[in-house]
């Protein structure tokens, strides 16, 4: 099969990844073969290819955002039909045996897989994965509107809801990518009043376009206090500057796998209450209940298609905020 893998990390402007062959998996019981469509690019794909988060394989397919088709079951999968519509999410599997799994907070497992992390992933046109943790994809989304929801769209609603954010609420997003542009639909969707804090004018319109009350610079002001934000930038020049508008009591919400260190600041920023918490992962149970919101709203993606062969251009133009909305590869030439 063809596939875009990475040798070793390495920064993007390189070009780390080589597009070529290799051997297709084979499904081992309990697993799926799935043909890819469309895989959605992530931030932290990037984190990858560039060697932010240590290796965990090599080579390493890339990519955790997949819609395609069951092509083959192994043995004893029995939940999806072949031919049926699935998706493959960022949590590849859990052991399911320890102190978190069993208490409700799968995200946190002491043993897991991450898919494109340390097991492969999407940057493909072929991918096995466990069918206990494929996503069934709701009708209301064409293929590649799909791609983006199944890290963007499902971290931003594990954002969404640790914020603690009521109807009626002031939150505020520091960047306005990918998780950002679906997590805002949401957000308006619960009632909530949204203000954009992003450094390209570009993302500034969709904000705006998608209905945020205000948008402005990273570090600009937004006009009243927040009850919440979410800090989906990877820099921790934003924490200070975020805690610095939110009222009494809000949380900040740091919804990346990676960040940049943070910043000492004074302790006046933090009191009163304010929190402050990082997002890891998800459960199956955020996923299919963003699924299930999302298809309600029906959330839409902005996407702009890469061919396969082009993923490290995808990732380059990722890195410099070149994408409004979402980068999605289309793997079928
Ligand atoms: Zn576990
Ligand atoms: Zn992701």
């Known amino acids: 099969m063809k596939a875009c893998f990475l040798n070793k990390p390495a920064p993007i402007e390189t070009n780390p990844l080589q597009y070529g062959n290799m051997t297709a998996p084979q499904p081992a019981s309990g697993e799926l073969l799935v043909r890819i469509r469309y895989c959605g690019v992530c931030r932290t794909d990037l984190h990858v290819v560039e060697g932010e988060l240590p290796p965990r394989k090599s080579p390493v397919v890339p990519g955790h955002q997949v819609v395609g088709i069951v092509e083959k079951s192994g043995e004893g999968a029995v939940k999806f039909q072949i031919g049926a519509r699935v998706g493959i999410a960022w949590l590849f599997r859990t052991d ?79 960047g306005f990518g990918a998780a950002a542009h679906v997590a805002i639909q949401v957000a308006r969707h619960w009632g909530i009043e949204v203000f954009a804090c992003t450094r390209d004018t570009r993302h500034q319109r969709l904000a705006l376009d998608l209905g945020a009350k205000w948008a402005g610079g990273t570090f ?10 979410i800090v989906f930038a990877p820099a921790g020049e934003i924490v200070p500057a975020a805690l610095k508008v939110l009222h009494k009591g809000g949380s900040l919400v740091l919804g990346g796998i990676h960040m940049s260190p943070i910043p000492s600041f004074d302790y006046d920023l933090l009191y009163q209450e304010r929190v402050i918490r990082s997002v890891a992962n998800n459960t199956r149970q955020d996923g299919e209940d963003f699924l299930r919101v999302a298809a309600e709203i029906p959330v839409r993606t902005h996407v702009r298609f890469y061919p396969l062969r082009e993923a490290n251009l995808a990732l380059n133009a990722l890195k410099n905020d070149a994408i409004p909305g979402a980068a999605v590869l289309k793997i079928e030439e």
Do not use: M
């Not at 600009?220 to 934000?229: I, M, R, Y």
């Open 220 to 229: 600009a002001e937004p006009p009243e206090k927040l009850d919440a934000a």
């Open 96 to 174: 399911g045996v320890c102190h978190y799994c069993c208490s409700g907070a799968e995200n946190l497992c002491d043993n897991p897989a991450f898919t494109g992390y340390s097991v492969d992933g999407g940057y493909a046109e072929y991918i096995v994965a466990p069918e206990d943790f494929v996503y069934s994809i709701p009708e209301a989304f064409p293929d590649e509107q799909a791609a983006p929801l199944l890290c963007a769209g499902i971290i931003g609603f594990r954002s969404l809801r640790l914020s603690g954010i009521k109807p009626g609420g002031r939150l505020g997003f520091y």
